[in-house]
């Protein structure tokens, strides 16, 4: 009776596969003495509309692609043959093992059966109902590979945020054209390259998760951590035991963890996570130690599929990552340079989006957005009258004229009823710095330098509005312009990987200072530009090639040792999108 129990798994998807098949004929005995081929053939032209629906609720939604795959081989098998499964079935059965590597769950592709009934095989080319095991493997696996490739493409669910209007949506042709591209080249790699993103960001993540999996003990394994300020001692004692789990303090402790142990090893895990790195418990911190192993698998997992729903085609765009406080610059397909950011605070998040860089100001003025004016600026206001002249702020009235504002009644006002606008001077005292850089979005927000340069040398940075402030906004400023007119910022190698050494080459002499008016006149707007800073002139450079920016909220990411980071969910934006991955996962679990 065990025996039985143990083998139902192996019949429930064919089940469904015989009834299809058998409609039309007669089913004589134990035996259905038909060939694998023929019974393939069978199947895909007897496949009606009942048993679709049958399969389409057990959320084999993939049934037509089956279906198109065999079509388009003439109805031939690929992973048995009249002995036992062919060398090809162990390399996709290899494959689908390998799904978490990718941010995918194996237990979605149904490894386990597809393995056990490949270990009880006859000889008998025929199906019969004791030997349904070749036709369990043969499109049980198929199918999983379909499913599997499609997941690869688009994710195993479609989000409901407006960033990812332009997602890729698979089309059945290409996932079974290039299953069977594969299966004639005996190698796989081809499908998953052309299907998956072809971004360095999706690449690098992936890689870096390879090589964690290989490593990390994943497991659910955690235990409670209350906040410091409820339960000290309670938040101490499940720190201690969560920094265990996670590796930074030793399994083997007899002895209680004395302070001197504890903090050094929260400090690195405060590090290594883009923490505020002060050995305290704050809310942060302590609702990042919560994550068992496995919860920060999925954030690697949520994060490729925040990739494959952004459909990033560009090879030259600029990609702001929030939580781990960065702005790449990539530049065919290769990330160039990573510069420091300082983003929103939680209660003022910095927002994803799509836009273009156009444009970028030298000594700006500052709009103060009306909710900053009136809920931070209008109480110091009121207190101290002289606070508006000492930050170099202008009072604006609804004529766009300047108000002298020793002639306004200030206590009158409030944040329902103040009627001015509030405007910043240029200069290096405005919030802005030096320089601006514009793209166009409905938020309002844009990248600009800062006067508070200490900000960068801490590990959290969320710290603004919701704009972003940039470290090095010269350098990275002269990287746009270089960039438009064709420079690209790689090693000699890379360039010459690239074909594009001579081109660096005519730059690079540049930089000596060769005296030719050609070479000026590529990189006049740079020299302008510097010019321009150290003169105090506002004045406006133009991207003439527009450069893509797309700002996104991965909390895994790789750092700067080609390593998987995780870092913390400053907006808890992972919270629902891990809980919908986990119910899309059980949705596709037939049998395991």
């Known amino acids: 009776m065990n025996l039985i129990m143990k083998r139902i798994p192996f019949y429930i998807f064919t089940i469904f596969l015989f009834w299809s098949c058998s409609k039309n004929q007669e089913f004589s005995g134990s035996m259905y003495s038909i060939n694998m081929d023929n019974y393939i053939k069978q199947?895909?032209?007897?496949?009606?509309?009942?048993?679709?629906?049958?399969?389409?609720?057990?959320?084999?939604?993939?049934?037509?692609?089956?279906?198109?795959?065999?079509?388009?081989r003439n109805y031939k098998s690929v992973w048995v043959n009249e002995q036992t499964t062919t060398p090809l079935f162990n390399v996709a059965l290899s494959?689908?093992?390998?799904?978490?590597?990718?941010?995918?769950?194996?237990?979605?592709?149904?490894?386990?059966?597809?393995?056990?009934?490949?270990?009880?095989?006859?000889?008998?080319?025929?199906?019969?109902?004791?030997?349904?095991?070749?036709?369990?493997?043969?499109?049980?696996?198929?199918?999983?590979?379909?499913?599997?490739?499609?997941?690869?493409?688009?994710?195993?669910?479609?989000?409901?945020?407006?960033?990812?209007?332009?997602?890729?949506?698979p089309k059945t042709d290409s996932i079974t054209y290039y299953l069977e591209k594969s299966i004639q080249m005996k190698d796989f790699s081809i499908a998953v390259k052309a299907l998956?993103?072809?971004n360095p960001h999706y690449i690098e993540i992936q890689k870096a998760l390879t090589a964690y999996l290989a490593i990390a003990n994943i497991t659910n394994e955690k235990y409670?951590?209350?906040?410091?300020?409820?339960?000290?001692?309670?938040?101490?004692?499940?720190?201690?035991?969560?920094?265990?789990?996670?590796?930074?303090?030793?399994?083997?402790?007899?002895?209680?963890?004395?302070?001197?142990?504890?903090?050094?090893?929260?400090?690195?895990f405060q590090t290594d996570f883009g923490l505020r790195n002060r050995g305290f418990f704050?809310?942060?911190?302590?609702?990042?130690?919560?994550?068992?192993?496995?919860?920060?698998?999925?954030?690697?997992?949520?994060?490729?599929?925040?990739?494959?729903?952004?459909?990033?085609?560009?090879?030259?765009?600029?990609?702001?990552?929030?939580?781990?406080?960065?702005?790449?610059?990539?530049?065919?397909?290769e990330i160039a340079i990573t510069h420091k950011i300082v983003c929103g605070k939680p209660d003022h998040e910095t927002p994803e989006l799509n836009s273009r860089i156009s444009h970028f100001v030298l000594y700006p003025e500052w709009n103060v957005p009306h909710k900053i004016s009136t809920k931070e600026l209008l109480p110091l206001i009121q207190a101290n009258p002289k606070y508006l002249e000492k930050h170099n702020y202008e009072i604006?009235?609804?004529?766009?004229?300047?108000?002298?504002?020793?002639?306004?009644?200030?206590?009158?006002?409030?944040?329902?009823?103040?009627?001015y606008r509030i405007r910043q001077s240029s200069g290096e005292g405005n919030s802005l710095g030096i320089i601006k850089f514009y793209f166009n979005n409905q938020y309002g927000v844009y990248l600009h330098d800062t006067p508070s340069k200490t900000l960068f040398n801490l590990n959290y940075r969320a710290f603004s509005h919701g704009c972003m402030r940039v470290q090095n906004p010269f350098e990275f400023a002269k990287t746009l312009l270089e960039y438009?007119?064709?420079?690209?910022?790689?090693?000699?190698?890379?360039?010459?990987?690239?074909?594009?050494?001579?081109?660096?080459?005519?730059?690079?002499?540049?930089?000596?200072?060769?005296?030719?008016?050609?070479?000026?006149d590529e990189m006049i707007e740079v020299k302008k530009m510097n010019q321009d800073v150290l003169d105090v002139k506002k004045s406006t450079f133009f991207i003439s090639r527009l450069l893509p920016i797309y700002?996104?909220?991965?909390?895994?990411?790789?750092?700067?040792?080609?390593?998987?980071?995780?870092?913390?969910?400053?907006?808890?934006?992972?919270?629902?999108?891990?809980?919908?991955?986990?119910?899309?996962?059980?949705?596709?679990?037939?049998?395991n």
């Open 43 to 72: 199947f895909c032209n007897n496949n009606d509309s009942k048993a679709k629906e049958k399969l389409i609720k057990l959320h084999y939604v993939e049934l037509n692609q089956v279906i198109d795959f065999y079509k388009n």
């Open 396 to 419: 604006i009235n609804g004529k766009n004229e300047v108000v002298d504002p020793s002639k306004i009644r200030w206590k009158r006002f409030n944040e329902k009823n103040f009627p």
């Open 551 to 591: 700002i996104r909220y991965f909390t895994a990411y790789v750092n700067d040792k080609k390593k998987l980071q995780f870092y913390p969910d400053l907006y808890h934006k992972d919270i629902s999108l891990i809980d919908s991955f986990n119910k899309a996962v059980k949705s596709f679990i037939l049998v």
């Open 224 to 268: 409670p951590v209350p906040y410091f300020a409820k339960d000290s001692s309670g938040c101490k004692k499940g720190a201690e035991k969560m920094l265990i789990v996670h590796g930074y303090l030793k399994k083997d402790i007899s002895q209680p963890i004395e302070k001197k142990e504890l903090v050094p090893a929260l400090v690195k």
């Open 484 to 520: 438009n007119k064709g420079m690209l910022h790689f090693s000699k190698e890379k360039l010459m990987e690239m074909n594009r050494y001579e081109q660096q080459r005519k730059f690079d002499k540049y930089r000596k200072d060769v005296k030719s008016k050609k070479l000026q």
């Open 282 to 333: 704050d809310t942060l911190t302590v609702e990042t130690l919560r994550n068992s192993t496995f919860d920060l698998y999925r954030k690697a997992c949520i994060t490729l599929q925040r990739i494959r729903w952004s459909n990033i085609t560009d090879k030259n765009y600029l990609l702001v990552n929030i939580p781990s406080f960065s702005v790449q610059i990539v530049e065919e397909n």
């Open 95 to 169: 494959l689908l093992r390998s799904s978490m590597c990718f941010g995918l769950d194996t237990t979605m592709y149904a490894t386990r059966v597809i393995a056990r009934a490949s270990q009880h095989l006859s000889e008998r080319d025929f199906v019969s109902a004791k030997n349904m095991n070749k036709v369990v493997i043969e499109m049980l696996t198929t199918h999983s590979l379909i499913l599997f490739l499609n997941h690869l493409q688009a994710g195993i669910f479609r989000p409901d945020s407006a960033i990812y209007d332009n997602m890729i949506i």
């Open 196 to 198: 998956s993103p072809k």
